[in-house]
């Protein structure tokens, strides 16, 4: 009797094998899961098989720090998990920021748990305080873009609007090391980390003074409208001192100092700057007037701050500002208040950055335009 089933149950096993399979397929190419099945095969020619050898249980693991008030956190959580899952990951721990820690205190939980990558999910201000954590470590970064500048990730190419691919170049992307500035506001002063540019003057307090609801309605056009109330204002006599030794006296509107110089609308302000050259590209904008600040605005629209009209830019490795007024101070797009000084110093290749590889970029494309 077993040995007349055997052969039977068999037949039915392999039949519905085939009838699930036969299934699957005629759903699958409805549905695209052949394309998902794909382009896991494609992942996986990207990923390093020695990689995954962990401690723990093996797997690779991510920190999520994620900005509560640019997006649904649960949302974000549910989608890192699912990728996580499907690329073989561990789930991510996610921490939120706050009012009173912005991502440094989160990142540093975050490289105590000994994750591989943390994910920076916010605005400028998150990706800053994210990398502060970093810098100096061997523990790269990932971005997941959700502000209005989102700088460094326009200046690495990381995708902007598309979370779920951010998430997997944060996961699988190339490693990239960048350099970072350091800044300081008094001699004695905290040291700031920054990763796109600070700056002393009209762009900080264009910023300081940039209407926080008009921005999240707005986007960059917000800025042009505090910038236009503040075209106006009068220079300020600065001295600034390049790598402690040459110095120069002017009255300017604006110092910065930039570790690259793309912004919103394809704008470049520091056309000669890059992310990975051990230097600082510091702009000195100084218009005396509204019809001079038609030629500022003509050079850095015509890429040509270096040598533009009533702009300066000078490469260094450190730079000191001394004004002996009060001016307002940004860092990445954020104000920071007023000060006198303003101290920029270049990190060299202090951070890695998670930026896509060839063959994501390759993926994204397809997906964008699929023939
Ligand atoms: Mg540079």
Known sequence: MTIALDPLMTWLVVAGIIVVLLFA?????????????????????????????DGGNGRYRAALVVNPTKTDVRGLASTAEAICRFEGWSPPLVIETSVEDSGEGATVRALDEGVDVVIAAGGDGTVRAVASALAGTSTPMGIVPLGTGNLLSRNLDIILDKTEWAL???????????????????EDGDTHVFTVMTGLGFDAAVMADTNSDLK???????????????????????????????????????????????????????????????????????????????????????????????????????????????????????????????????????????VPTVEQRKQIRAEAWPV
């Open 25 to 53: 397929f005629s759903v699958g190419h409805r549905t695209g899961t052949r394309r998902t099945l794909n382009r896991a095969r494609q992942y996986s020619r990207v990923t390093d098989p020695d990689a995954l050898v």
């Open 168 to 186: 997997r170049i944060a996961l699988w992307g190339r490693n990239r090391e960048i350099d970072v500035g350091t800044a300081k506001t008094a």
């Open 216 to 354: 999240s309605r707005l986007g960059w056009l917000a800025y042009v409208e505090a910038g236009s109330r503040k075209l106006a204002g009068r220079p300020s006599h600065v001295k600034v001192t390049f790598d402690d030794d040459y110095r120069l006296s002017a009255r300017v509107r604006s110092v910065l100092g930039g570790n690259c110089g793309k912004l919103q609308g394809g704008i470049q302000l520091l056309p000669q700057a890059v992310i990975d050259d051990g230097m600082l590209d510091v702009l000195i904008v100084s218009p005396k007037n509204l019809g001079q600040w038609v030629g500022v605005l003509a050079s850095v629209l015509g890429r040509k701050a270096s040598k533009g009209l009533h702009t300066d830019v000078r490469k260094c490795q450190k730079v000191v500002i001394e004004s002996g007024e009060e001016l307002d101070v940004q860092l990445d797009g954020d104000p920071i208040g007023q000060s006198g000084y303003l101290a920029m110093e270049v990190m060299p290749s202090a951070l890695t950055v998670r």
